[in-house]
């Protein structure tokens, strides 16, 4: 098998791309040895060079661990996520779907009180009201794999709003529990380059490229609660879309 250049990008990459598919389809899974360089180039389809760049690059991003003089290993820690955008679920009941409701936590690095007219908008309210904005990364397994930033009337949470004191991972559950419960979302999928988020985020994730999931959640009146940017990291997320 020889890998087929087709989007002009480094060998190396593509490599690196087609080992992550085959640790998706489960052909090696977290703690398995894979096959000898000899080995791994013949079935792939890429010189030495190319292969240690690309182990080299997964290594990086916390795929892979190379252990010198015994072989490279897919990292015990390691795992890729696979979900459907046909369901309306917070970021926090798609990680516990995953199992990893002991094993996954979040990290608020932000939360403030903004005022901004595109955000009104996108939001259904009076230009000049208050925004309660709150970033945060979300982890699983000790791996930031979520860069989440949510806008919320002010007027729905409050001037005073505190979302570490309410000592909830999950947004939705703490709307649900305001009576507030999110019934349906507009949600638009784009990809993003890590160049455009904020450097203290960058520091946290080693994805070059996120699955951008723009949503507006409604309520039960129709009303927007929620106006929400989630960055998924590509190296640990996939989405299906079911089409008819």
Not at 211 to 223: I, V
Request: aromatic letters at 10%; glycine letters at 4%; charged letters at 30%.
């Amino acid at each position: 098998m020889a890998l087929i250049n087709r989007r002009k990008e480094p060998l190396s990459v593509l490599a690196k791309d087609e080992i992550l598919r085959m640790l998706e389809n489960k052909e090696y899974l977290p703690g398995d040895m894979l096959p000898s360089l000899e080995e791994f180039c013949k079935k792939i389809g890429v010189s030495r060079t190319t292969l240690r760049e690309a182990l080299k690059m997964l290594e990086k991003d916390g795929v892979v661990t190379l252990k010198q003089g015994v072989g490279t290993y897919v990292s015990k820690g390691w795992v890729f996520l696979k979900d459907s955008l046909n369901t309306l679920r917070s970021s926090s009941e798609m990680l516990r779907s995953f199992g990893f409701e002991k094993e996954s936590n979040s990290k608020v690095i932000n939360q403030e009180i903004v005022v901004s007219e595109f955000l009104s908008k996108k939001l259904n309210i009076t230009a000049g009201e208050g925004i309660f904005k709150l970033e945060r990364i979300r982890y699983a397994k000790q791996h930031p794999v979520i860069y989440s930033i949510d806008f919320l009337p002010v007027k729905l949470v409050g001037k005073n709003f505190d979302f570490r004191a309410t000592k909830q991972q999950s947004l939705y559950v703490y709307l649900e529990s305001m009576g507030e419960k999110p019934q349906y979302a507009h949600t638009t999928v784009s990809a993003v380059d890590a160049e455009e988020l904020p450097p203290q985020v960058r520091s946290e994730f080693n994805t070059k490229i996120f699955l951008l999931l723009e949503q507006q959640s409604f309520n039960s009146d129709n009303k927007i609660i929620d106006y929400s940017l989630d960055h998924y990291s590509s190296e640990y997320f996939k989405f299906d879309v079911l089409r008819t």
